[in-house]
């Protein structure tokens, strides 16, 4: 089904300055309308490929893909079926949901564009399975069921639910695989002591322990050729203070993101040497902002300032996923309603 693509207001950041050189990189914001959605929000972003959640005036809220290109949007909710996107690479998208097939369960699901496309990747021994992330023909999330004794195991697809690789490292209770870039994937395992952060190379067997020692706990949310990024939880508590953390393969390459004027912290996605998420504090009156940072903790950028001039009052956004054109898109709130957003870069004059 093909709608217009409202953009409905841009703004441009003057400079976010990389801190690996001077050179400044220009962003326009913009407010990204679907008419058939009342809310919506985006998650993440392939070239011209954008998948996101909306939520119509009356019924099961949806999951979409949206062709920046062609100003279309297709619904990725086949009848019956209620499904989240989380995820978006080449042709290829990945969520979760339930429908008439899962016994309502809910199952990890691929589409490749079409509601009619759905592949149900639940493998068998499993009762519940989320597929999180997806990189070409590979998929990365996790299930649990009889075949892993009761706790969730990070898994790994290639396009079906057979083709399941069970990634659960030993020592670990419980695993969860988050994102994919080529046959990088991250996300975390359980133990006594508290969540690790982890990165696999498409075994079990090739795990590592991402986890810095100044946290009691890691989770690695992304990941994008030899960088992670992700998250130090120093409590789990609502409110605890949190730090967004970049990695490079190895948990003595960590590096803290968390600026000064913030509480919490976190990375959410990252592009070659840029990475975005959100953050909370002083610094944002107490809301979440969308956040971008280029390496370090001095670099970042509020992304949320951009969104002053576009119209609604908005109080909280957050960045969710960025490609490897720089484009980031996520979400702001104004306090009654959801927007997915996105900014864009801006070619340097000359």
């Known amino acids: 089904m093909k709608v217009l693509l409202h953009i409905l207001l841009t703004a441009v950041l003057l400079a976010v300055v990389s801190a690996d050189h001077a050179s400044a990189i220009a962003y326009k914001a ?35 893909l949206l062709n920046s290109s062609t100003n279309s949007v297709v ?44 592949i149900d990747l639940n493998p ?23 075949a892993t004794g009761g706790p969730p195991h990070a898994l790994l697809w290639e396009g079906t639910a057979d083709s399941v690789v069970d990634l659960h490292p030993t020592g670990f209770t419980a695993s969860v695989g988050a994102k994919i870039f080529g046959n990088n994937a991250v996300g975390n395992g359980l133990t006594p002591q ?21 946290y009691p706990s890691s989770f690695a949310s992304a990941v994008s050729e030899d960088s992670q990024v992700g998250t130090g939880i120093y409590s789990s508590a609502p409110g605890g203070e949190r730090h967004a953390l970049l990695w490079h393969g ?7 993101l968390h ?25 944002t009156g107490g809301e979440d902002h969308a956040l971008l940072w ?14 002053s001039e576009l119209g609604p009052n908005f109080v909280t956004s957050i960045a969710h996923d960025i490609d490897t054109n720089g484009v980031i898109v996520g979400s702001a709130g104004d306090g009654n309603v959801s927007y997915a957003v996105m900014w864009t870069p801006v070619p340097e004059p000359g």
Do not use: M
């Not at 600026?259 to 610094?283: E, K, L, N, R, Y």
């Open 30 to 64: 913009s407010v990204i309308s679907v008419p058939q959605y009342v809310t919506a929000e985006a998650v993440g972003i392939s070239g011209s490929s954008i998948v996101g959640l909306g939520n119509p005036a009356s019924g099961e809220l949806s999951a979409f």
């Open 75 to 118: 619904e990725l909710n086949p009848p019956d079926w209620s499904a989240q996107p989380n995820d978006v690479s080449g042709d290829w998208q990945v969520g979760h949901g339930s429908g008439p097939t899962t016994g309502g369960d809910i199952h990890a699901l691929l589409w490749q564009g079409t509601a009619a496309s759905l």
């Open 124 to 146: 068998t021994g499993f009762s519940n399975s989320y597929a999180y992330g997806v990189s070409g023909t590979k998929q990365i999330g996790y299930g649990w069921g009889t």
């Open 194 to 214: 508290g969540s690790r952060a982890l990165l696999w190379h498409g075994t079990a067997e090739s795990v590592v322990n991402l986890h810095p020692a100044a």
């Open 250 to 256: 190895t948990a003595e390459t960590v590096v803290n």
């Open 259 to 283: 600026p000064p004027g913030f509480i919490q912290t976190g990375a959410t996605s990252v592009a070659g040497t840029v990475q975005v998420g959100w953050g909370q504090g002083t610094a």
């Open 294 to 307: 280029a390496g370090s903790a001095a670099s970042v950028v509020d992304l949320h300032l951009l969104l």
